[in-house]
T-cell receptor
C-alpha cells in the first residue's frame, strides 16, 4: 500500500524566512503533485512534477522531485502572510488516482 | 477560471434523505472523473473513479450502494449520497484531467454536506 508522508504537519514561521516542506512516498511513482488549500476551499494546483530531477518555481515557491529517493520538497523563500494555507503533496501511482499526504498547515506570522 | 465545477457548494439535509452532487468539466470532455472525501482538518481520500458509460470503480471500504455515482455524459458525473446519515457529513471534491498529457488534474470547488 502506497504511503505518502509529509513533514512537518504544522509549521509556524515568520515573514521573510525560508523553509522546506518534505514529502516522502513509499513506492515508485514518476508523477507528484503539490496543492494548496485555503480554509473551506478546494485544492489549487501548484506544481506537477513529472520526472526525476524536475524542479519548478512559481514566485516564492519551488518544488523538486527525486524519484530515486522517493522525495519531493516544497521550498518557501522569504515567506509572506498570503502563503498561509495547507499544502498537500499527492502521488499518482494508478492513472490519476491520487494518494495524498497528510497536509502541512503553514501559518506565516507578520 | 474554473475548469471543473461542482454544485451545490453547500447542502444541508435531514437524516434519511438523499443528496445529489454534480461535477462538470467546463471546457473539455472527461471520460474519467474522480470523487474524493475530506474530513475536517484531514487529508483527501479517494472514494471512487467515475467512468463515462460504465460502472464506477469504488475504493476499498467505500459503500457503492450508499454513494451512487453516475457518469452519464462526457462532461458530467454525479455523486448521490443515499439515506444520508450524520457520519456522511463531509467535504466532497471531484477532479478530472484534460486529455492533453500535461498530467495536470483539476479539482472542483468542493461540496460541503451537512446531515442533521
Amino acid at each position: 500500500e502506497l504511503k505518502v508522508e509529509q513533514n512537518p504537519l504544522f509549521l509556524s514561521m515568520q515573514e521573510g524566512k525560508n523553509y522546506t516542506i518534505y514529502c516522502n512516498y513509499s513506492t515508485t511513482s514518476d508523477r507528484l503533485y503539490w496543492y494548496r488549500q485555503d480554509p473551506g476551499k478546494s485544492l489549487e494546483s501548484l506544481f506537477v512534477l513529472l520526472s526525476n530531477g524536475a524542479v519548478k518555481q512559481e514566485g516564492r515557491l519551488m518544488a523538486s522531485l527525486d524519484t530515486k529517493a522517493r522525495l519531493s520538497t516544497l521550498h518557501i523563500t522569504a515567506a509572506v502572510h498570503d502563503l498561509s494555507a495547507t499544502y498537500f503533496c499527492a502521488v499518482d501511482p494508478r492513472a490519476q488516482k491520487l494518494v495524498f499526504g497528510q497536509g502541512t498547515r503553514l501559518t506565516i506570522n507578520p | 477560471g474554473a475548469v471543473v465545477s461542482q454544485h451545490p457548494s453547500r447542502v444541508i439535509c435531514k437524516s434519511g434523505t438523499s443528496v445529489k452532487i454534480e461535477c462538470r468539466s467546463l471546457d473539455f470532455q472527461a471520460t474519467t472523473m474522480f470523487w474524493y472525501r475530506q474530513f475536517p482538518k484531514k487529508s483527501l481520500m479517494l472514494m471512487a473513479t467515475s467512468n463515462e458509460g460504465s460502472k464506477a470503480t469504488y475504493e476499498q471500504g467505500v459503500e457503492k450502494d450508499k454513494f451512487l455515482i453516475n457518469h452519464a455524459s462526457l462532461t458530467l458525473s454525479t455523486l448521490t449520497v443515499t439515506s444520508a446519515h450524520p457520519e456522511d457529513s463531509s467535504f466532497y471534491i471531484c477532479s478530472a484531467s484534460r486529455p492533453d498529457n500535461t498530467g495536470e488534474l483539476f479539482f472542483g470547488e468542493g461540496s460541503r454536506l451537512t446531515v442533521l
